[in-house]
């Protein structure tokens, strides 16, 4: 277990303020037209990704998330100028300006890509851990996805298989309340639309 010191939260602070101001920048810019197609962005949420990246290996463990993607690539270690070179579409973006908003991408820095799909990076995380389980490579994998993906039937039929072969992969659901743009009252029952704050990991031995 990683301590958590005075140095820990003031990193998470800076980083934090730089990945919103990072958003807030991209959010102008996309009104002005200057970045095309969709733009979601993680504000809100930083916390999450900075508490995850506290308890990875960078270099080492893999990410991988949906659609809201621009920020964490920027914590694996992706310059932010590539970041920002995709989203205008140029060739010096992380994805030579072919991915855009979505699809971000550092197989260097082991981050495996935001996908438009909803639910469709599920099973290619589980795949990912399964590959680092076959080869026998101490790696862990951290799947990110939003509310709207847990009503996908791929997340349950990957957490059957996660389960069963003991993957070495942390599924994390970040609920803002919205599947994309509808209530999640509105798309699940009331037994389930509450909290849906939670993280499931399978058997990790490290």
């Not at 010191?5 to 102008?28: G, I, Q, S, V």
């Not at 290996?57 to 964490?72: L, P, S």
């Not at 100028?81 to 260097?108: D, N, V, Y």
Request: net charge positive; proline share 2%.
């Amino acid at each position: 277990m990683k301590q958590i010191t005075k140095e820990t939260y003031l990193n998470w602070y800076e980083n934090m303020t730089f990945w919103r101001k990072f958003e807030d920048k991209l959010a102008a810019v996309y009104i002005q037209q200057k970045v095309r197609g969709f733009l979601h962005l993680y504000n809100g949420q930083e916390a999450v990704l900075a508490g995850s990246l506290h308890a990875m290996e960078i270099g080492k463990d893999r990410m991988i998330t949906a659609y809201r993607n621009h920020v964490q690539p920027i914590g694996m270690g992706v310059d932010p100028k590539r970041i920002m070179a995709e989203l205008f579409g140029k060739a010096t973006g992380t994805s030579q300006g072919l991915g855009g908003s979505m699809h971000i991408f550092s197989k260097e820095h082991k981050f495996h890509g935001g996908h438009g799909i909803v639910g469709g990076q599920i099973p290619l995380g589980a795949g990912m851990a399964y590959g680092d389980k076959y080869f026998n490579r101490d790696n862990v994998t951290l799947c990110f996805m939003g509310d709207g993906a847990v009503r996908q039937g791929s997340l349950h039929e990957t957490l059957n298989l996660a389960t069963l072969w003991k993957l070495p992969v942390v599924f994390v659901v970040e609920n803002n309340g919205y599947a994309m743009g509808t209530s999640v009252a509105r798309t699940a029952s009331h037994k389930f639309s509450g909290n849906w704050d939670w993280v499931m990991k399978c058997p990790v031995d490290r």
